[in-house]
């Protein structure tokens, strides 16, 4: 990357992909695909983006710390096993090469834009299921909500990881599925915990990728800036925005894009 247009798509780039995550998800969606239209290799795209897009993931955490409040012992399980996870992934992804991981583009962007188009359904299943579980509680039948042990719920966290430190697109629904499958508690707590992991797993990932020679750095911290400023402005906008129309958006980009990278 040497001139300025370049860098202002960069960074238009990273704008859309933090006020995406702020709003309704899906960032890397436009992040990747935006680094590879540059020319820099998909690998290096990835790590970059991934690098890049990390800081706002805190962000995100921060802002629902206040329901994490009870969570000490979930957290103590899962943050670390999406540490591994991301960890994992990160390998894994420096572990494949250049054209393998290339030919994984267009498939691994149409799981991300299938699970974007399900969490619409997602949360409305879980919000009948714990509705469910706190009507099974009162008849007595059951534990209080909340007090579901968290034991197994590491396991599918892990392998939910590394899928998030090998690509990410998506992680966020995977987790919010395996949580509200494992553990009895409200969509917001369980949404809260669900932030905590994503930023472990990031974290994790990232740091990996900082000691590489993968990142395109003039590129990440141009998108990094920008993705704050992005999720910042999203945020002030998350109550006059749909999110569902967004996600919708993200999702037609995300097709179109994988349709790209598998023409000939």
Not at 6 to 33: H, R
Not at 163 to 176: H, M, R
Not at 191 to 219: D, M, S, Y
Request: proline share 4%.
């Amino acid at each position: 990357m040497t001139g300025w247009l370049e860098y202002a798509l960069v960074a238009i780039a990273g704008l859309a992909a933090g006020a995406l995550n702020a709003l309704a998800g899906g960032g890397t969606l436009i992040s990747f695909p935006a680094l590879t239209a540059l020319g820099i290799p998909a690998v290096a795209a990835n790590v970059t983006s991934t690098v890049a897009l990390c800081p706002g993931y805190l962000g995100a955490a921060l802002a629902q710390a206040g329901d994490l409040r009870g969570q000490a012992g979930r957290l103590w399980l899962t943050v670390p096993a999406g540490i591994l996870g991301g960890v994992a992934g990160g390998m894994l992804l420096l572990r494949t090469g250049e054209q393998s991981f290339r030919a994984a583009v267009p498939f691994l962007i149409l799981l991300a834009s299938a699970l974007l188009a399900a969490q619409d359904r997602l949360r409305v299943w879980m919000e009948g299921r714990l509705a469910a579980g706190r009507r099974h509680d009162g008849a007595g039948a059951a534990s209080p909500s909340g007090t579901k042990p968290a034991g197994w719920t590491a396991l599918p966290v892990g392998l939910a990881a590394i899928y998030g430190g090998y690509f990410g697109a998506g992680l966020s629904v995977i987790l919010l599925a395996v949580l509200g499958l494992t553990l009895e508690d409200s969509l917001t707590r369980l949404n809260a915990l669900k932030q905590a992991i994503t930023f472990g797993v990031n974290v994790a990932a990232a740091t990996l990728f900082v000691f590489t020679r993968h990142v395109e750095w003039p590129a990440a911290l141009v998108m990094a800036a920008a993705a704050l400023l992005g999720g910042a402005v999203g945020g002030r906008f998350a109550g006059r925005v749909r999110p569902g129309t967004l996600r919708r958006a993200v999702v037609f980009i995300g097709v179109v894009v994988a349709i790209i990278y598998l023409a000939p």
